[in-house]
């Protein structure tokens, strides 16, 4: 049975294991949507589920990841602003450019990764940023630039390390409506799972604190596939980091949660599965701020942005906004 055939149309984004196989050749998807209860509500505001998923040993698990990284049918866009966030002024962002982003940065070799580095050279806080499986995409480039630059009260130097040496996900393998881009993703994802990012987070830490010795204290953020790193390296109980954000983060697995001492924001998008990031909102011990965008793709803040669309624009605005807010509160 093609996956294909499973693709178009789908409301439904499943969480995925951390470990991750290649697809098996019959493949069964069930559906659901996102729902919004109150109908005087803003979408992009999580609403109250109750039913929660098991992740562990589902024979789907590369399929589920293909799924939410789909395009979906086209969903209705809120107007409405954000009620679920942070209100109270901290930055000021500078315009976003659609097309044909400068980067501010520059690359360097630290822990023996290439990275992007951008900020202040004063800034004695820093961010590790995990980008998601299409690399070093200007959209990406310009929310780290954002971050660097835009607090009025705290600086921040940003780390991009490049975990894939060169060779991330080519964007032409989406929509994985092919048995060849499956077989592809499949093997990217073998080769790339993130619990073996996530242990080599700590040293890639160790290595910049030795050359950026003014740094001293860190956040962590991911994007997609970063977000389930985010989750891994901050549950664990002697993590450096003192806050964490997740952006439309993929295989939301509330157990996960369990382990998160330290603040955490999440910021999910329409395709993440809500009843999955309602579960692990709750399993947070620490501060949290987790909100869903309840009208953006799975992608929004980083490489598969469209901002050439207002309203994708706004909402990448805002949800650099809320992440800014969010470290200055608690970094």
Not at 23 to 40: C, F, K, Q, R, V
Request: net charge neutral; with cysteine; glycine share 6%.
């Amino acid at each position: 049975m093609s996956l294909s055939k499973h693709l178009p149309g789908s409301r439904r984004a499943a969480a995925v294991a951390s470990s991750l196989i290649t697809p098996p050749a019959t493949l069964a998807y069930p559906s659901s949507s996102i729902s919004n209860s109150n109908s005087n509500s803003n979408p992009s505001i999580l609403q109250p589920l109750t039913h929660t998923r098991t992740l562990t040993s589902q024979p789907n698990r590369n399929q589920d990841l293909f799924k939410q990284l789909t395009p979906r049918q086209t969903c209705k866009m809120s107007t409405m602003p954000a009620q679920h966030g942070h209100s109270e002024a901290c930055c000021n962002i500078p315009p976003v450019v659609s097309k044909g982003y400068d980067a501010k940065g520059s690359y360097e070799e630290l822990g023996g990764f290439k990275s992007y580095v951008t900020g202040p050279k004063d800034a004695t806080k820093g961010i590790i940023t995990i980008f998601d499986i299409f690399g070093f995409y200007p959209q990406t480039l310009q929310g780290a630039d954002i971050l660097a630059t835009s607090d009025h009260s705290q600086k921040y130097k940003v780390f991009i390390p490049d975990w894939f040496n060169g060779e991330p996900c080519p964007l032409e393998w989406f929509p994985p409506d092919t048995e060849e881009k499956q077989k592809n993703l499949g093997g990217f994802f073998q080769k790339n799972p993130p619990p073996s990012v996530a242990g080599k987070v700590p040293d890639y830490v160790k290595a910049v604190s030795a050359k950026y010795p003014e740094i001293k204290s860190w956040a962590i953020i991911g994007f997609c596939w970063g977000g389930k790193v985010v989750s891994l390296v901050t549950s664990k109980p002697d993590t450096i980091f003192k806050a964490g954000v997740e952006c439309h983060p993929a295989m939301v697995d509330p157990s996960d949660a369990e382990g998160i001492k330290i603040p955490l924001a999440m910021l999910a998008s329409m395709d993440e599965p809500p009843e999955d990031v309602k579960k692990f909102e709750q399993n947070l011990k620490g501060p949290k701020h987790v909100e869903i965008f309840g009208d953006q793709i799975h992608g929004w803040m980083a490489a598969r942005s469209d901002l050439e669309n207002e309203r994708v624009k706004a909402e990448y605005t805002r949800g650099y906004e809320t992440v800014l807010k969010f470290l200055s509160q608690h970094l």
